[in-house]
């Protein structure tokens, strides 16, 4: 049963380590197309929430989102590989700020094909989150479970 947790495991982190690897080959000096493809998004994204919240969000580099983006990727997956619920607490947290940047099908007409395209990677993103969520709670409810080990008590006759 442990090979087969194992396993499932790293099938799961393999959608994050392709994306880190693919993206680390691709990084050069200004942080590859990631970040031209970010770039644009994270714009958008910036001015809905100063415009929403009146909060000005600072600017900040695309290849240092991109070089951070990497890093959680590959040490929420080093780590959740080997059933740590920090691990995968890193990766719910790259999850729940990259989706909705990454796949902004709200700033599109509902009836145009990037809409669909954008909303059906947005849902299986945030089946990836659920799935992580499932495993947390999982772990936890595990360790509160446990039965604590009674000290055995010599017989006495």
Known sequence: MAFLSFL???????????????????????????????KSKFSVFTKHVTSQTGIQVPHVDMKHLILGAIVMKAL???????GSSFGASILLLHQAIAA????????????????TELFVKFTQSLALL????????????ILRRSPKKKATKAKTN
Do not use: C, T, W
């Open 8 to 38: 499932g495991r790293l099938l799961f982190v393999s959608v994050f380590i392709l994306s880190a690897y693919q993206e680390f080959n691709e990084f050069g000096v200004d942080g590859g197309p990631a970040a031209k493809n970010l």
């Open 76 to 82: 929420g997956s080093f780590l959740f590989l080997f």
């Open 100 to 115: 909705p940047i990454l796949y902004d099908f709200y700033n599109h007409d509902a009836d145009k094909k990037e809409f």
């Open 130 to 141: 659920g799935a992580l969520l499932f495993f947390i709670g999982m772990k936890n409810s």
